[in-house]
C-alpha cells in the first residue's frame, strides 16, 4: 500500500511541473484535452487509493483490541503510519482536482487567443520553481520509508521496543515532511488555479484579440516523487 501511495504521489505530482509551452500561435487544444482525460483518470485512482487506506485503518483499529500490550502498540504504530499515509493521500487528491481546475483553464485561455499579463506570468514562473523545488525535496526521499520498515522487522521479531520506536519515528518524520510539501505544492497550484480562472473568466476574456504570449503550462516530467515508499 505504501509503494501504491507513492506511486500516486508521483503520477499526480509529475505533471504538476509547469513549463512554457502552454500558448503557441494555435488555438488547438487537443494536447490540453489529453492531459485533461489523463487527470480525469489519475484523479479516480487517487481516490481509490485513498478508499483502501481508509479501509486498512478500520481494520486494523478493529484488530487491535484483541491483540496484546506489545501487540496493541505495534498496532497503533501501525495505525499512525496509515493516518499520514490517508492525509498525504488526500493532498494528492487536491493536487489532482487542482490541476484539472488549471488545465481547463488553459484551455478556455488558448480557444479564445487570451493574454496573460506579465504580472501573472511572473506569479506563475515563481509558483512553478516553488512546486520543482518541493517536487525535489519528496524525491529525496524516495524508497526511505520501505528501507525503515524492512528493517524494523528485525526489531519487532526481538521485540526491541525502542528500536521498533525509533523506526517509526523516522517514517513519521519522513511522512510528515511530504505533508509539508505536499501542502506547499497545492498552496501554489491553488495560487496559479485562481490566477488563470481569473483570466479566463474576465468579462473582456472572450473579446481580446491579442496574440497568446508564452506561459507556463503543465507538462510530464519524469517521476518526481518516486515509485517506493
Known sequence: MMKRTMLAVSA????????????????????????????????QR????????SSRIEANASASSARSAFRQTLEQDRLNVLND????????????????????????????GITLPQSTLDTITADTQRIKTDLAAIKQTQGQIKTILQQNKTNIKSKDTQAIDAAFQQVYAIQ?????????????LTEINTLLVNVA?????????????????????SSAAGTGA
Open 176 to 188: 510528515q515532511s511530504r505533508n509539508a510539501k505536499l501542502s506547499d505544492i497545492n498552496a501554489a
Open 85 to 112: 499515509q490517508e492525509k498525504n493521500v488526500q493532498l494528492v487528491d487536491a493536487n489532482t482536482k487542482l490541476r484539472l481546475s488549471i488545465e481547463n483553464s488553459l484551455k478556455t485561455i488558448r480557444e479564445n
Open 46 to 53: 487517487v481516490e481509490s487509493t485513498e478508499s483502501a487506506v
Open 12 to 43: 499526480v505530482c509529475a505533471v504538476a511541473i509547469l513549463g512554457t509551452t502552454a500558448f503557441a500561435a494555435t488555438a488547438n487544444t487537443s494536447r490540453i484535452d489529453s492531459r485533461i482525460s489523463a487527470l480525469q483518470s489519475r484523479e
Open 201 to 221: 473568466s474576465a468579462p473582456s476574456a472572450s473579446s481580446s484579440s491579442s496574440a497568446p504570449t508564452s506561459a507556463p503550462s503543465a507538462s510530464s516530467t
